[in-house]
Nanobody, 125 residues
């Protein structure tokens, strides 16, 4: 079992930046054994992939709409994963979820085993 808690969401103007954080905890497994990802869900839409990072942090993957603007990173010593979001657009509005997968890295929602409760990001024009 892995518990994930997101933070850092909020209201920001278009063009601004936010940094999301996800704190992971587990009594039975090591954080470094999980591929980690960020997903988002806008009102009325399905949850979609945003970014993923491999267990050791050496490999990352991004959805096309966020490439060049978002950066995912992790700190295995602190059991943390981050999403730095720059040049935010109104289309980035949604609830952002952190997720953990028992595999090296994954981009599909069904590949993830544990999910946080989400943090709201609202981008105003």
């Amino acid at each position: 079992q892995v518990n994930l808690v997101e933070s850092g969401g909020g209201l920001v103007q278009a063009g601004g930046s936010l940094r999301l954080s996800c704190a992971a905890s587990s009594r039975t497994s090591s954080f470094s054994g999980y591929g980690m990802g960020w997903f988002r869900q806008a009102p009325g839409k399905a949850r979609e992939f945003v970014a993923a990072i491999s267990r050791g942090g050496g490999t990352t993957s991004y959805a096309d709409p966020v490439k060049g603007r978002f950066t995912i990173s992790r700190d295995n010593a602190k059991n943390m994963v981050y999403l730095q979001m720059n040049s935010l657009e109104r289309e980035d509005t949604g609830v952002y979820y952190c997720a953990a997968a028992r595999r090296p890295i994954a981009t599909m929602t069904v590949a993830y085993d544990y999910w946080g409760q989400g943090t709201q990001v609202t981008v105003s024009s």
